[in-house]
């Protein structure tokens, strides 16, 4: 049997740190994934046996002494608690090594922002964006191998993911395991990797998603798509896709729950006379009629205009507030004309009364009323 020291290239008084050195170095040489020929494979098992061994200071002590790599209780019948326990328990301590890993993973989720106008809302909106995410590998189909190659069973764990490795103990010989460094737990290895993806089954891409916003959305809600994330490794089943909405302020209307308010703005003549117009809502023009008399901060209210609710039912409302624009600038005549019309209206002149907090508050509190 090979000696150890000269399987891993140092003296017998090596330091435990230029041991697990020259273990690197050498591992890095001989790793299948790196140099696939039957020499290196037999070579690093060679390698990594003599590094358990004299990495462990007790199994570095009884090898120098002469004796085997396994240690134990020696003596006719049972070595030791540890022997008892592979009789009883099929091996390992009673242990079982764990299955290997599997390359194939879901993918990570991804968040998409997406910025609506206030009419987007009101019915919806269908929506095609541009996503950068991971997307299956066409090359390899998320096989992670070149074409006509395939995966190979890891030379040093034989498919299992896993090394055990025996450690001393008082109760006898206890196994345990690890994931094998040269495989990295997955059992196999991949000699030829995809040159497209290197080996990933995945790439990067930009990639189309159709969208259904529904009604009634707002600012800061989040969707959620499943299954339209990033594929995961090895072709593995996507991730979830959310939705993240802003809704852009609109220059005309703005939004109390699912109803939409506005402010219509009447000359004193037509506040005094009464008069009719069309506004514009967000989804067609709409009649309306101003009565005589009509004060700033009333509220004209039209029924089913506003936004259909995220959850279905009836329409919010589109709600109105009146402000009067009292002129500024007035010729002569049209001030006499207004001051003949006070006298014979005999209008009380400015009194006091109990304090307001204000044209908004007073429309706020309309709108909400």
Known sequence: ???????????REATPEEIKKAYRRLARELHPDVN???DASERFKLVTHAYDVLSDPEQRQRYDRGGDDGGGFGGAGFGGFGDIFETFFGGAGGQRAGRPRSRRERGQDALVRVTLELKDVVFGIHRDIEVDTAVLCETCEGSCCQPGTHEATCDICHGSGQIQRTVRSLLGNVVTSQPCNACQGYGTTIPYPCSTCQGQGRVRARRTVSLDIPAGVESGLRLQLPGSGEVGPAGG????LYLEVTVAPDDVFSRDGDDLL?????????AVLGTGTTITSLDGDVDLEVRPGIQSGDVLTIKGRGITPLRGGTRGDLKVAVQVVTPTKLDAKSRALIEDFAKKTKAPGPQL????QGMFAKLRDRFRG
Do not use: I, K, R, W
Request: proline share 10%.
């Open 36 to 38: 696939p020929g039957e």
């Open 237 to 240: 089943p996507n991730g979830d």
């Open 353 to 356: 009364s109990q304090f307001h």
């Open 262 to 270: 506005a402010t219509l703005e009447v000359s004193m003549p037509d």
């Open 1 to 11: 049997m090979a000696d150890h020291y000269e399987v891993l290239g140092v003296s």
